[in-house]
């Protein structure tokens, strides 16, 4: 079984950017939905960003224009572009891979 991990989190300040990264243990070509998602303290995981399928890309309201999911098939690697951070979308990131999750990786925005 596949198995992923993020990087890419840490500390920015409100209008800052990071990158995260998804990285598979095999390859992602054959999986149908690779997506990020979100966990504030004391909030339910949401969903970010998701390619699903061939083309379709979609963002929640909250983060369009501000963050761009991307893939790297040959690195086997889904990007999350994330620039204009503001103090709400800090949280713990995690990449999914079809039914596969990572461990996470936390985004602070803070001054």
């Known amino acids: 079984q596949v198995q992923v991990v993020e990087s890419g989190g840490g500390l920015v300040q409100p209008g800052g950017s990071l990158r995260l990264s998804c990285t598979a243990s095999g390859s992602i070509f054959s999986a149908l939905v690779k997506g990020w998602y979100r966990q504030a303290p004391g909030q339910q995981r949401e969903v970010v960003a998701v390619?699903?399928?061939?083309?379709?890309?979609k963002y929640v309201d909250s983060v369009k224009g501000r963050l761009t999911i991307s893939k790297d098939n040959a690195k086997n690697t889904v990007y999350l572009q994330m620039d204009s951070l503001k103090p709400e979308d800090a949280a713990v990131y995690y990449c999914?891979?079809?039914?596969?999750w990572g461990p996470g990786t936390q985004v602070t925005v803070s001054s």
């Open positions: 390619i699903a399928g061939v083309g379709i890309i």
């Open positions: 999914k891979l079809d039914s596969t």
